[in-house]
Nanobody, 127 residues
């Protein structure tokens, strides 16, 4: 499976963006999805996770209450809705997937747990 991330851009503080992550295969529905971000000079950090079924989501502390991860398995697509954006949200955002069994209950929070990555999309928030 391959991933294509899009939806980044330049937005003013307080604005919103919706990122999309489109997978190339139907097996996307068998994969958990994570969003990560990486700012210049910093390590890649976890943003949000959603299980293959879409039933539960997990967020980093900075994303809680502002970002929403979702997925549409019929469209092989995952989304990251980002509201109330701040200049410190400026980064390249990546989506990633990992095949999991249906009954898994532990979210995948570390980049090393994923085996397929999209190319990243730049998000720039101006003050």
């Amino acid at each position: 499976v391959q991933l294509q991330a899009s939806g980044g851009g330049l937005v003013q503080a307080g604005g919103s963006l919706r990122l999309s992550c489109v997978a190339s295969r139907r097996s996307f529905s068998e994969r958990a999805v994570g969003w990560f971000r990486q700012a210049p000079g910093k390590e890649r950090e976890f943003v949000a996770h959603i299980f293959r079924s879409g039933g539960q989501t997990h967020y980093s502390d900075f994303a809680k209450g502002r970002f929403t991860i979702s997925r549409d398995n019929a469209k092989n697509t995952a989304y990251l809705q980002m509201n109330s954006l701040k200049p410190e949200d400026t980064a390249v955002y990546f989506c990633a997937t990992k095949r999991t069994i249906l009954t898994v209950t532990r979210p995948l929070l570390h980049p090393s747990e994923y085996d397929v990555w999209g190319q990243g999309t730049q998000v720039t928030v101006s003050s």
